[in-house]
């Protein structure tokens, strides 16, 4: 079945500090959603990309649809304590099954204050 | 509280017994979904319903596993006979009619389900 490789599996960082995280596919997706998750809760939607090429922002958080619609990023800028947490990418095929998302393992996230 | 709703949020079962986890998606939603996540791991597709309907169950195990969503009420996922390999979080997801099971889905808190 389809995969996503998300990379880097981890991240500690210093307060401040910007990260970049990534996301790949060997076949082509439609939708790229990025999610962060905290100890005990549900993922929080907090980008969702739908054009290839496509580059949105949410406040500090920056998110590209890759070109060739078989990879997406994430840069979050000046990070701060509360971006702790585990980042996924999740997508989305067409040609698959309808609904379906299809999930990175996740991207661990650290920061040191 | 507009946001998906699972219960319980903890649920211990002994070998054997049943599971039965349930989830009101938000206002307006009318697609559910039901993910599996083991530790350290990314979710993973279940099954897909719309009310009354199942619309994609490829994710779902053959056996002891089977979910619904009534004409009224919440969408339930049922485990019979649980076993150690099903303790995991399950989240529920929502999105609205408008995007035809296609694009943002919103996530409930999860349940985590212990098996003994």
């Known amino acids: 079945g389809q995969q996503l490789n998300q990379s880097p599996q981890s991240m500690f960082i210093q307060e401040g500090e910007d990260v970049s995280m990534n996301c790949t596919s060997s076949s082509i997706f439609n939708t790229w959603l990025w999610y962060k998750q905290e100890p005990g809760e549900g993922p929080v939607l907090l980008i969702a990309l739908y054009k290839a090429g496509e580059l949105t922002s949410n406040g500090r958080l920056t998110a590209q649809f890759g070109i060739t619609r078989k990879d997406s990023f994430l840069n979050i800028s000046a990070s701060i304590p509360s971006d702790v947490g585990i980042y996924f990418c999740?997508?989305?095929?067409?040609?698959?099954?309808?609904?379906?998302?299809?999930f990175g393992k996740g991207t661990k996230l650290s920061v040191k204050p | 509280n507009a946001g998906v709703m699972q219960n319980p949020r903890h649920l211990v079962r002994r070998r054997g017994q049943e599971a039965r986890l349930r989830c009101s998606p938000m206002?307006?939603?009318?697609?559910v979904y039901w993910y599996r996540q083991l530790p350290e791991e990314g979710l993973k597709f279940m099954v897909y319903l719309q009310k009354e309907n199942i619309i994609d169950e490829s994710g779902m195990p053959k056996e002891r596993f089977s979910a619904e969503f009534p004409k009224e009420g919440p969408s339930i996922l049922r485990i019979q006979q649980v076993v150690r390999g099903d303790s995991a979080a399950y989240f529920c997801a929502s999105s609205p009619p408008a995007g035809g099971g296609w694009g943002e889905q919103y996530f409930g808190p999860g349940t985590r389900l212990t098996v003994t």
């Open positions: 999740a997508g989305q095929n067409y040609g698959g099954s309808q609904g379906n998302l299809i």
């Open positions: 206002k307006g939603h009318s697609h």
